[in-house]
Structures are given as C-alpha cells and as structure tokens.
C-alpha cells in the first residue's frame, strides 16, 4: 500500500471507484482507495441497477443523463465486460395532477435538449407486450433513456479503467483514524499501515456518518431498508428475450422490470423503516436485510392490475437491503465543512446512477477548484447542527413514504418539527401562521385569515394560501407589514485588515461607514459563488448578511482568503433575531419607537445605524427586500418580543399586517431581485446574470477580476430576462421551457404572480438577446403562455418608494 498519495478516496461502492476514476481521466492518478472488505460490498452489491434520468430537476435530469452516456460506452473504454440495458422506461398517470407534473418535466426535459414526452395508455401498452393500462391510467410520461446495469460490474469496470491509468485500490483495509497534520496535508491511518495525503473523500456509503465522526462532522445519515422482489423464470419471457421498458407507476408506488427470465419489482408502498437506530454494525459485507413480504404484498396486488403476467409467477428471492437518505433525501457530496481538501462522498439514494455525476463534480472540485454544474444542492454544507440524527431519523422515514409522490412546490414536510423557532413562534402560531422549516429555523409562511384556512390541499395549479398572501402583499404596499425573520446569516467582519480582505474577497467596492451595498463574492473562473448584504457600521467593522442555507459554504469560501493576522471573521452575531419592518407606513411606525432620526435625510436608503428602539440595541439597515420603504432590525432574540410588541401597538392604526416567506418572494420577483439557488449560481457570470453593475472595474485585486475583464467583449452564453405572461391561471415553475417561434431558447428561474401588480411573471435566462416588447412563450404544465419581455422592476420601475 502506497504511504503518499495525491488523494485518498474511503469506501469501494460505485461512488467511490467512479471518483477514483474521474480523476484518473483527468490525469491524477497519485491515488489510493481503500476499501475495508470487497468492492461493492456496501449498498452497490444488491442495487437493483436501474439508471432513471427521469428526475424532478434541473440538476437531476442532468446527472441521470450523464450516467446512461458514459455507462454504454465504458465496456469499449475500458475493455471490460458489462451487461448494461438501454430499455426506455415509462411513467403511468392515475390523475390530472400527476399530469400536470409530468407536462412540466417533459418542459425541463425540453430545456436541456432530451427528448422525454407525454405518451397516452395505448403507447404504453403498445411499447410493453405484458403491460395492461386499465381504466384509471390516463397517460403517462416516456423517458426514452433509461437502462439498467449490473451494478458490480459496473465499479469492476470503472476499478479496471481507473488501475490501468494507475489509481491504487486496497481491499480488506480498514481506516482507523484520520487527522490533519501542521503541514496541512492529511493522515490517513488502517490497519495495514499509513498514508498522508493532499486530498481526502469520504465515500463510504451508509458508513460516511461513522467516518465523518472520525474527523469531528456528525453527518445526517440515516440508514432505511429497502425491498424489491425477483421473480421465478417465466415462459413467456424465456420465448419472448427482447428487451422491453421499465414500468415505474408512482400512484401504486412500485417499479418493474425485466431480470432475465423473470421480473424484478420494487416498491416505496410502506412506511420508512429505519435500520440500526442503536448503532451500526462493524461489517455488515455483503448482507440483506430479512425479508418483509407483508410491505410489498398490497403493492404487488395493485400491480396486477397492470401486469397480470405477474401473477403466474412464484417469487424466486427478496432483496432487502440497506439505503441511506439524508433530511432533504439528496446525497451529500461535496467540500466538508470547515475541512480544506476533505470531501464526503456519501448517502445515495439512487447511488448507481448519480455516482457518475458525483464523480464528476469531485473530480472538478479537487482539480479546478469549482464544478462545472451548480451542484449547491448537494452540497454537506447545506445542513448544520440541527440536523440530529433523530432529526435526520424522523424526516428520512417521511421522504421515503413520498419517494413517488408528486413534488408540489409549496408542500411543507411535518416530520420532526419543530427545532429551532424564534421567541415569536407561539405568539405568531396563535395568529395563524402556517409555518416551514427554512435550515431548521421555524419561518412563518403565510398567515391563516377570516375568510382562509389552510386546508392542505396541494395542487400545481391554485392553493389557498395565494388569498391570503394576495392580502399580505397590498397591506405592505398600501400600510406596514412586519416579518418574523429567524435564521439570517451572519457574519461580523472586523480588525485593521478587514477593508482589504472584503476587498480581495468581493467583487464590489466597499461601502462608506453608515451605507449598505450589495455585493458579490465570484470565482477565480469568473463565475458567482454568491452574495452579501455588507453593512460599514466603522472604519473596519462590517456586518454581512447571507442567503440562509449557504452559511457554512460561503464561511468556507470567505475563510480560504484570510489572512495570517489582521482581520476577524465570525459567523452569527449576539443580533441573532431579526424583524423586517416594510410599507410606506413603516417609519411612522417606528418613528415614536426610538430616539434616533428615522427621516429620509438621516436614514437614506442603503444606511445602516446602531440605535436603540423600544428600549432594544439593535442594528437598522434601511434596505428593503420586497421594494417598499423599511428597515432591517437586527437585535438580540431576548429583546424580540418586546420590540415586536411595541411594533404591533404602534402599527395597530397603520393597516398593520403580519406577512410570511411566501409574501417575501413574490414582492422580490415584482422588484426583479435574484435569489441564490434560483436566479443566480456558479454556472452564470455577472454578465449573463445582468449583475455585472455590481462589479468594481476600479478595483485592482479581487478573486474573479481577471476572468471577469476578459470576458466583457465574449458573446454572452445567457441573458438574464424578466416577462409578464398573458391572462390568469397557473404560475411558471422553475425550469420551465421558454420559446421562440416553436424552439426552445430559455428557462424560467423564478415565477409566481405579483400580487401588487396583480400579473403572472417570471425571470429567466434566454440564449438570446430579446428586447422589452418581445414577444416569446413559456410553457407551463404543458400549455405554451404568451410572455412579454418588460424592464425591470416590475414594480415601482422607478424606486420611488423604496427610496421615500
């Protein structure tokens, strides 16, 4: 076994040889897996091998795509045999929403160039010689990508490629500690020796939260059984050896496809069974589950309906077997938390198909520095302490019941809640706030009225909420609103090198002492990592305030460039609540609050003061999210109550109304404000963006500078887009396709309607310039929308309110 390594990769499933491989396809072949039993051992082995690119997302669509394209040509490549299947696969529906679903992903799948498409119940069964439609299928959609793979055959491959370009890989090798020299590189120590290392991934599969422990990370893993059955051989299908599509039926819940001479069937229809609650086992190589008959057994019976062939066949084996999910049920792959040069690699629920991408994306990471796809939402980082593993437990368990059940854009999980709530949560319960979770933080989502309840109900199309944030929406143009805000991020930036290090990290220049600005932290490729609001409160004393779930990301990112001395960076604030106070009546409600001049001449737009109000310290931004007159008010959770006491008595004859998340982001698309994960990312420059306003062309030294002035006279790949689409019915949705004259062009990144203005509208990206006035379509649940390309804001175009 090898002593030094470029990079150590822990764990022999499909992940971690597929990484082991992209890196050797990328030249770095100084490389070391070790494995602490046989490859495949963990969740690979007893996969059923399916590759979806069926998938809910942008993202996902993308990985699965990736997957089917390198697996069909990797036997040639590597000169090692596969068996892998190109079947096609299609999706039956039972009712009108799971249509309109699947319109909408057929429009992703437009987006991206696929080729998915709606397909009607006599296609299917015209495709499939044993499949039955029945009454209750209405139509369907056709991913025509989706094969299956024999999954240890699949990592014996990519093992065979990555040896041959000379990657090590050590079986029956276990790791037994992990620490991080004074040199900054990486000891790896097993039972068979040491090596020290640059890099290290942590790709063991259900395992990654015990060797996350090895480093200090408590990771949100959770370990859930899950089943498909194998048929016994049939005649039918020893006379009939063609290939036929792959049935996933997510109303009944279950998968099928051809194993052979029989039937492989898998199903979500039963509840999350957590495994190994009281700790996990030393080895559990090569190992299943006991069989659960009685969870598949009303699946199967449902199943006939539409397979009848399935009743003439005997079970030939169970397979139940270990799958990891984390709270969101998407892997967790990317840079560790506070670690430089570690990465975990680990719990994936679809691990056979999504460990080419994973590859892929940490093969980038290690050698450039930055994906090649916004892959933020896989990133560790994502979560922090919250995340117990009871938590974890609990909301796994729920995700694993709706593993088929359609993704509404607005449902609110329920499980394990709530963690944590600001000292407003019973106060604005009682009022009648319908609460999510927002990085474990309580967040009111829209407020409860006389006349709308939530009654639960979910649709693509119109909920209830809409009436009720409608009302929150006019009461903060017409009077006051205030917001319950819990978990900003923040940090406190401070010391004689504070200026200089916010320089070098920023795009943007610094803002004089008492201003606000708006700035962004780009990549050394030009490309944006993400934003701040930089509050100057002294000469190096700065506050900054983040997208919520990017706290230990962009802490991360801001961190790799500090300085030995001279500058202070700390994440949070003793200002750790915070009420955001909105509408052309929010300073004659605050006004009488505080002693401190509130008026348009001492607390200017883009101002921020340290005052005291309601007898409260606390940091006033005067900045505005939703485009009205107002403040951000930072102050200590224990002053909450009582400042947003004195708040409501104030308002009380203002029109004061309480307003939710949902209210937020419909008055910040009417103003045309991006969103981190929505609007803009790593995959945009400033100039697709339309942000490139925001960078200082003064300044001679900040991460990014170079590739940002060399690309002012490149075409442009995208053009950053605002349209108002024509009449009523249902919002866009992220993703969806926008055309021009029958082509696709663009995709929507935000949408709803503007209640203020009360018009449907949405923001996007087009691959071609388009002035306002054009004229395009947007394709929503199917149905193509006239859209008109307008100036942004939509509202207040002129910022007169903002500014009053």
Excluded at 7 to 19: D, H, L
Excluded at 185 to 207: H, I
Excluded at 724 to 752: C, F, N, T, W
Excluded at 764 to 781: C, H, M, Q
Aim: aromatic residues 10%.
């Amino acid at each position: 076994m090898r002593t030094q390594a470029k990079v150590v990769v822990i764990g022999g499933g499909a992940v971690g040889v597929s990484t082991l491989y992209h890196l050797a396809r990328a030249g770095v072949t100084d490389t070391l897996l070790i494995e602490k039993n046989e490859l495949t051992s963990g969740s690979t082995w007893h996969a059923a091998g399916n590759i979806p690119t069926y998938a809910t997302s942008w993202g996902g669509m993308r990985a699965g795509n990736y997957a089917w394209r390198l697996y069909k040509d990797l036997a040639g490549v590597v000169d090692y045999p596969i068996t892998y299947r190109h079947t096609g696969a299609f999706w039956p529906a039972h009712t009108r929403d799971r249509m309109d679903f699947f319109h909408h992903l057929v429009g992703i799948s437009k987006g991206l160039g696929y080729d998915m498409a709606m397909i009607s119940p006599a296609e299917m069964e015209a495709m499939h010689p044993w499949y039955r439609a029945g009454g209750s299928v209405i139509g369907g959609i056709l991913d025509p990508y989706e094969g299956d793979v024999d999954p240890s055959q699949l990592t014996q491959a990519l093992a065979k490629g990555a040896r041959d370009l000379g990657a090590e890989i050590v079986r029956f090798t276990k790791v037994t500690g992990i620490s991080r020299r004074p040199s900054g590189e990486w000891q790896v120590s097993t039972d068979k020796g040491e090596v020290v290392c640059d890099v290290v991934v942590n790709a063991s599969g259900y395992y990654g939260r015990q060797v996350g422990e090895v480093v200090g990370q408590s990771l949100p893993v959770v370990t859930l059984e899950h089943q498909y059955l194998v048929t016994e051989a049939l005649p039918e299908l020893e006379a009939n050896t063609a290939n036929f599509p792959l049935v996933r039926d997510p109303d009944i819940m279950f998968y099928l496809r051809r194993e052979r001479n029989g039937l492989l069937l898998g199903s979500y229809g039963h509840a999350g069974r957590p495994a190994w609650l009281d700790g996990m086992p030393d080895d559990f190589a090569n190992q299943l589950y006991p069989d659960s008959v009685d969870d598949i057994a009303e699946v199967l019976e449902a199943a006939l309906e539409q397979i009848p062939i399935l009743g003439e066949a005997g079970v030939s084996r169970f397979v139940n077997g270990p799958i990891p999910y984390s709270p969101d049920g998407a892997p967790l792959c990317g840079p560790a938390f506070g670690l430089p040069n570690f990465y975990h690699a680990c719990c994936f629920p679809v691990g056979i198909t999504h460990s080419a991408a994973a590859g892929k994306t940490l093969t980038e990471w290690i050698t450039e520095g930055e994906p090649e796809w916004d892959m933020s939402a896989w990133d560790p980082r994502r979560f922090g302490d919250w995340a117990t593993f009871d938590y974890t437990v609990a909301r796994a368990c729920e995700l694993y019941e709706h593993q088929y059940a359609i993704p509404y854009p607005h449902r609110i999980w329920k499980s394990a809640r709530p963690v944590n709530r600001t000292p407003l949560y019973d106060r604005l319960k009682a009022k009648g706030a319908v609460f999510g979770q927002v990085a474990g933080w309580e967040r009111a989502f829209w407020f409860e009225t006389d006349t709308v309840s939530n009654d639960g109900k979910l649709s693509l199309r119109h909920e209830a909420w809409h009436d009720a944030v409608r009302a929150e929406c006019e009461r903060v143009r017409d009077h006051v609103g205030v917001m319950d805000h819990g978990g900003f991020t923040r940090y406190e930036v401070d010391g004689p090198g504070a200026t200089a290090f916010l320089d070098r990290v920023f795009c943007g220049a610094m803002p004089e002492v008492g201003r606000v600005k708006l700035s962004y932290m780009l990549t050394p490729k030009g490309k944006i990592w993400s934003e701040a609001t930089i509050a100057r409160l002294d000469e190096n004393r700065y506050r900054l305030c983040g997208p919520t779930l990017a706290d230990q990301r962009d802490h991360d990112w801001m961190a790799q460039f500090l300085p030995d001395s001279g500058v202070t960076l700390r994440r949070g604030s003793r200002f750790d609540a915070a009420l955001m106070v909105m509408g052309p009546k929010s300073r004659d409600t605050l006004q009488p609050l505080t002693e401190a001049d509130l008026s348009k001449e001492a607390a200017p737009w883009m101002s921020v003061r340290e005052i005291t109000l309601a007898g409260a310290p606390m940091v006033a931004l005067r900045v505005s999210y939703v485009g009205e007159l107002g403040w951000e008010l930072h102050m200590r959770s224990a002053d909450l109550v009582t400042v947003y006491e004195a708040i409501m008595r104030e308002g009380a004859d203002k029109g004061m109304v309480e307003f939710g998340s949902y209210a937020l982001n419909a008055m910040r698309i009417e103003k045309g404000y991006h969103g981190w994960g929505a609007d803009f990312g790593i995959e945009y420059t400033p100039y697709d963006a339309g942000l490139d306003r925001f960078v200082s062309r003064k300044k001679t030294d900040f991460v990014g500078r170079d590739a940002f002035l060399a690309g002012a006279d490149r075409p442009r790949d995208y053009h950053f887009t605002a349209f108002e689409l024509d009449g009523q019915g249902a919002d866009a949705l992220s993703s969806d396709p926008i055309l021009k004259d029958g082509r696709v062009v663009g995709y929507v990144s935000s949408a709803g309607t503007g209640f203020r203005i009360g018009k449907r509208i949405a923001l996007g990206y087009l691959t071609i310039p388009a002035d306002p006035g054009a004229r395009f379509e947007i394709e929503v649940l199917g149905e193509p929308v006239q859209a008109t390309v307008r100036i942004l804001p939509f509202y207040d175009p002129e910022n007169a309110r903002l500014k009053g």
